[in-house]
Structures are given as structure tokens and as C-alpha cells.
């Protein structure tokens, strides 16, 4: 691996520790971890090379800040685009790019595809997604929602049918 993806790898990894997020490292992965810190000494970073970054739209935001903040220090280029978790699995898999962001842990068939292609990886969660469901200091009678509520809403056969809160619990405002 080198210098360029370290230091980009050290950056996710110290923004992992600021946000509290827990960093799991493989045991097979042990290894590619040990070799990163040797990469990352002073002799070992003196590449220009470009960092290309694909995958998910919910990572993006983190990925771009720290991309901004490593291009200013570094003079690297680095690229993130939006392909999705699994479009993002695919390039990556595929040699395409360096990092893969992704809003969910790579599958058996992604991690044979990077087998094939004899492209390790290590991964290194930094956020979990969580859904905040807040009430209208206004509203007066949604008292509380249920997990199968909140499903009825916004399950895809929903879209265009769902469309006031008495089609969720009879009875309710409409709104």
C-alpha cells in the first residue's frame, strides 16, 4: 500500500477516534495494519500520487472534509465521487480506486471479487447512521409511533399511497 493511502487511511482512522465511532480491524487484516504505520514513516511519504475515493452518499460528507483538509497539507489530489455502496465495492474491487466508502460491511461475493483481483482491504468503520424521529412542538396528539408505524410510512409500497397520518392510525389528524 502506499504512502498517499496511508496518510489518507490515518486521517479516517484519526477522525474514527474523535467521533468515539470503534475502529475493527479483521485478524486477517493484522498484518496490512502494522505494515501502515511503517509506511507512514518520514522516508515513506514522498509520493504526488492522486487518491480516487467512490461509494456511498451517506459517507460522502465525512470523506469529502477530510479530502479537503488532506489535499491543503499533502498536495494530493483526491477524487470522491457517489456510486453507491455497491458501485463503490464494485470499482474498488475491480482496482479502479484506492478507498471505498460504504454504508454497510462489504459482502462475501465483494470480498471475493477483491480476492480475485488480489486487492486487500481493511476496514475501518467511522460513522453509524441513526434516524432521529422529532415531533413539532405544535403537535398535540402523536404522543408516540411504533416501529411498525414508522414502517407503514415509509416502506416503498408507501410511496404516493401513505399520504396522511389517519391511513397510519385510524382516527388521527389528517394532515
Not at 504505520?37 to 511519504?45: D, E, T
Not at 411498525?148 to 401513505?162: D, F, H, S, V
Request: net charge positive; proline share 3%; with cysteine.
Amino acid at each position: 500500500m502506499n504512502a498517499k493511502l496511508v496518510k489518507f487511511a490515518l486521517a479516517l482512522g484519526a477522525l474514527a477516534l474523535t467521533t468515539s465511532s470503534t475502529t475493527r480491524i479483521d485478524a486477517l487484516e493484522t498484518q496490512e495494519s502494522q505494515k501502515l504505520a511503517q509506511a507512514n514513516s518520514p522516508q515513506a511519504i514522498a509520493t504526488t500520487a492522486d487518491v480516487r475515493i467512490d461509494g456511498s452518499s451517506t459517507v460522502y460528507p465525512i470523506t469529502q472534509a477530510i479530502a479537503k483538509q488532506f489535499e491543503s497539507e499533502q498536495k494530493n489530489k483526491v477524487s470522491v465521487n457517489i456510486s453507491g455502496t455497491s458501485g463503490g465495492f464494485e470499482k474498488f474491487c475491480a482496482g479502479q480506486t484506492d478507498i471505498s466508502n460504504a454504508s454497510r460491511p462489504i459482502l462475501k461475493a465483494e470480498i471475493e471479487a477483491c480476492r480475485k483481483n488480489s486487492i486487500r482491504f481493511i476496514e475501518l468503520p467511522i460513522a453509524f447512521d441513526a434516524l432521529t424521529i422529532v415531533v413539532h412542538p405544535q403537535n398535540n396528539w402523536a404522543k408516540d409511533i411504533t416501529i411498525a408505524e414508522l414502517k407503514k410510512m415509509w416502506e416503498p409500497a408507501a410511496q404516493g399511497k401513505i399520504t396522511s397520518w389517519n391511513q397510519v392510525r385510524a382516527g388521527q389528524i389528517v394532515l
